[in-house]
């Protein structure tokens, strides 16, 4: 099971560190990711990170502005945004999945409930 947070409101060019916390044995053999949903639009990946080595993946949207991390010791993913933008605006959603290398939503298993947030210009 997981559990996201950290949504907000921020503006325009500020961060937040969205959290995601995962209950279970499983979480250190599973890939995570995160991916948002904003309204009218179909939802899409944003970043992902290994199981090991701790490799990562990132929509060209986001590259260089957010950077996604995990702690296994504490069954937690992160995703720190910077240089935020209003088209960041979404519901972000933390998912487990077999690889990192994969951004379709339907090939991550399991998902947490969304967190807001909301980007003004």
């Known amino acids: 099971q997981l559990q996201a947070s950290g949504g907000g409101l921020v503006q325009a060019g500020g961060s937040l560190r969205l959290s995601c916390a995962a209950s279970?044995?499983?979480?250190?053999?599973?890939?995570l990711g995160w991916f948002r949903q904003a309204p009218g639009k179909e939802r899409e990946f944003v970043a992902a990170?290994?199981?090991?080595?701790?490799?990562?993946n990132y929509a060209d949207s986001v590259q260089g502005r957010f950077t996604i991390s995990r702690d296994n010791a504490k069954n937690t993913v992160y995703l720190q945004m910077n240089t935020l933008k209003p088209e960041d605006t979404a519901v972000y959603y933390c998912?487990?999945?077999?690889?990192?290398?994969?951004?379709?939503?339907?090939?991550?298993?399991?998902w947490g409930q969304g967190t807001l947030v909301t980007v003004s210009s």
């Open positions: 990170v290994s199981r090991i080595a701790y490799r990562t």
């Open positions: 998912a487990a999945g077999q690889t990192y290398r994969t951004t379709i939503a339907t090939e991550y298993k399991s």
């Open positions: 279970g044995r499983t979480f250190s053999t599973m890939a």
